[in-house]
């Protein structure tokens, strides 16, 4: 099967090849940056045009080079924070008031993030209370969920359940929460695991 031939929007003619040429796209402080761009050109009449995949291709490569510039997130990190709450896409954007899509164009790199969007994601990033506070602020409860360095998955319940589940769960030295591993006992410091003492020995006479 053969890529269908393009032809020029303007005047029709087949005589379109692509092109890569510099490009500059201007940063919120003023500055512009020059990324490599890809597109179509008609040897014809002169138009230039883009597929739908160099159309994606040219805002992640603007996106990129201003989202380095600007110390902004990268779409992998914002993805791993989606998902150390465990929440689909349409989820994390309801709990964090963002609009429609938002977080799937951060994800897939053709949109960047603006700087206070930024510093929210900073915010909630590994913070599960924060995370739980601005969810409820925007009418979003929430399980709060943290993916430790281990990868073990913690789940942080409310600590009136605590007497209930005493002898199953692990107490965080986080305010106000429990979390049960699925694990033997350990004790956590804002999700990064700390191992347990070893036990003692015991001559046994």
């Known amino acids: 099967m053969t890529d269908r031939q393009l032809s020029c929007p303007v005047c029709g003619s087949a005589e379109v090849g692509p092109v890569t040429a510099p490009r500059q796209v201007r940063a919120d402080d003023s500055t512009m940056l020059e990324f490599t761009d890809q597109f179509n050109k008609c040897g014809?009449?002169?138009?230039?045009?883009?597929?739908?995949d160099q159309s994606l291709a040219s805002s992640r490569a603007a996106a990129k080079v201003v989202r380095e510039h600007e110390n902004l997130l990268s779409p992998e990190r914002i993805r791993a924070i989606r998902l150390s709450?465990?929440?689909?896409?349409?989820?994390?954007?309801?709990?964090?008031?963002?609009?429609?899509?938002?977080?799937?164009?951060?994800?897939?790199?053709?949109?960047?993030?603006?700087?206070?969007?930024?510093?929210?994601?900073?915010?909630?990033?590994?913070?599960?209370?924060?995370?739980?506070?601005?969810?409820?602020?925007?009418?979003?409860?929430?399980?709060?969920?943290?993916?430790?360095?281990?990868?073990?998955?913690?789940?942080?319940?409310?600590?009136?359940?605590?007497?209930?589940?005493?002898?199953?769960?692990?107490?965080?030295t986080l305010g106000s929460t429990i979390a049960d591993t699925g694990s033997p006992s350990r004790r956590y410091d804002k999700f990064r695991k700390i191992k347990p003492a070893p036990p003692k020995r015991v001559k046994v006479a």
Do not use: H
């Not at 014809?44 to 739908?52: D, I, L, N």
């Not at 979003?140 to 589940?165: I, K, L, N």
């Open 44 to 52: 014809r009449c002169g138009e230039e045009f883009y597929t739908r």
């Open 85 to 172: 709450y465990e929440m689909t896409q349409a989820d994390f954007e309801r709990a964090l008031r963002l609009g429609p899509k938002t977080v799937v164009r951060w994800e897939s790199g053709t949109v960047r993030q603006s700087a206070i969007a930024n510093s929210l994601l900073l915010a909630i990033e590994g913070n599960a209370d924060v995370f739980a506070k601005v969810a409820g602020a925007n009418g979003v409860e929430v399980s709060a969920v943290a993916q430790t360095s281990s990868a073990e998955t913690v789940v942080v319940y409310p600590t009136t359940m605590e007497p209930m589940f005493a002898s199953t769960f692990v107490t965080y």
